[in-house]
């Protein structure tokens, strides 16, 4: 038995989309920039698809920019929001501790480049307080840019009241939404956000392709010189086959946000009530404002790698951290963001699943975890301390 549960990772490519993609190899192959029928074919179809996804989260098809994916657009967003501040000489950035590496990396060049960056707290329970975003503003803010949702924690961000607040202070505000997207409903209106990236392979789209919104009005910097493909912002011949398979993703994943979010959150809770009967252990996120399939939970006493890999060994395929960090020795930054010691992010574990998981797999699941971290303790230097007395328990 298999169980996958590192959907914040990754997801499988649904069928919906597979089917999408196939014509876009052998029929309607074309390039859109050519002249001749195959082209226009091609041309026509992108057109579609990019309607489609526009009206998913009620843009204008202008609106949309195809990209490489999450990463891409968050660092077309925050570096196109920056110069375009730099310019009117405002050189203040805000976002906040716990964002995903493809914003803070972004934010640390624009640091070494001069610009002046401000990263808020988030709260212990892993929320962003919009009072927070509107203190930090100033006359020389160029941009915000706060995730909607973290993909560690899973935790869902005020982004309507810090839209509000942007747009009555007339600055760029932008959000990192590939968590979110699919899983939660977004409308760009509502939410009064100017730009917000979105990547397919987060909601059983295929990988390298996402888009980025960015609102009429807000000029659009393009990363990559070539051609005028993407209205001139983003060169590269168009990533078809990608882009109808995120489309039909997309469109599946909207069209049941409710299903799945009812059929989730059930699971989800079952899981989290399991394992917080583990002693010693605490659930890392605010437990509402939460993804529906995000489980975040740390153990102390334990390493958390030594966890996944006995748990893969069991067939559980879960994650600690974010997968850009696994494999580095430093605990993770989000983690340290909600005020956990070092010692306590170390046994963190990320369970996210998603509406192919069944409520059998949460019961093995939880019967796996609490043999394995009662194991991993029993062999424990740093349990025996605690046990002992010589060390103090900090959950
Ligand atoms: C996965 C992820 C990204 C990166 O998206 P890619 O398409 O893999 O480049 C960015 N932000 C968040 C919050 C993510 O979860």
Not at 364 to 373: A, L, Q, R
Request: hydrophobic share 40%; proline share 3%; with cysteine.
């Amino acid at each position: 038995m298999r169980i996958y549960a590192d959907n914040a990772a990754t997801t499988r490519v649904s069928k919906s989309a597979v089917n999408a993609m196939l014509p876009y190899f052998e029929e309607i192959y074309g390039n859109p920039s050519s002249l001749n029928t195959t082209g226009q074919i091609a041309a026509e179809a992108l057109g579609k698809l990019r309607c489609e996804i526009a009206e998913l989260i009620n843009a204008k098809p202008q609106e949309i920019y195809f990209t490489s994916g999450g990463s891409e657009a968050d660092n077309q967003a925050i570096i196109t929001a920056a110069k375009t501040g730099e310019k009117k000489g405002k050189k203040h950035i805000i976002s906040t501790k716990f964002e995903h590496h493809a914003v803070l990396h972004t934010l640390n060049k624009l640091e070494k480049e001069g610009f002046e960056i401000t990263l808020i707290d988030v709260n212990e329970n892993g929320v962003v307080k919009a009072e927070d975003v509107e203190k930090a503003i100033r006359e020389d803010t160029a941009l915000v840019t706060v995730m909607f949702a973290n993909n560690e924690i899973g935790t869902v961000q005020p982004i309507a009241e810090i839209g509000e607040i942007c747009r009555n202070k007339g600055v760029i505000f932008h959000t990192d939404a590939v968590q979110a997207a699919g899983h939660i409903a977004i409308d760009v209106e509502a939410l009064k956000v100017d730009m917000l990236s979105v990547s397919a392979h987060k909601f059983h789209g295929p990988k390298g392709v996402g888009f980025l919104y960015c609102r009429k009005g807000i000029y659009l910097r393009n990363l990559i010189e070539g051609g005028a493909q993407e209205r001139g912002k983003r060169a590269g011949t168009e990533n078809l086959p990608g882009i109808a398979g995120m489309t039909a993703a997309m469109k599946e994943a909207v069209e049941k946000i409710d299903e799945n979010a009812k059929k989730l959150i059930p699971l989800r809770n079952r899981l989290i009530e399991g394992l917080e009967k583990i002693p010693h252990s605490r659930v890392n996120g605010d437990k509402e404002k939460r993804l529906p399939g995000n489980v975040n939970i740390c153990f102390e006493g334990i390493e958390g790698e030594s966890l996944l890999l006995l748990l893969d060994e069991k067939g559980i395929e879960a994650s600690s951290g974010s997968a850009c960090t696994s494999g580095s020795l430093d605990p993770s930054h989000v983690l340290l963001s909600i005020g956990l010691p070092h010692d306590v992010a170390h046994g963190s574990l990320r369970l996210t699943i998603s509406e192919e998981n069944t409520v059998e797999e949460m019961d093995y699941i939880i019967s796996s975890v609490t043999e394995v971290v009662d194991y991993l303790r029993q062999i424990s230097p740093v349990w025996e301390e605690l046990q002992k007395g010589t060390r103090e328990y900090i959950l």
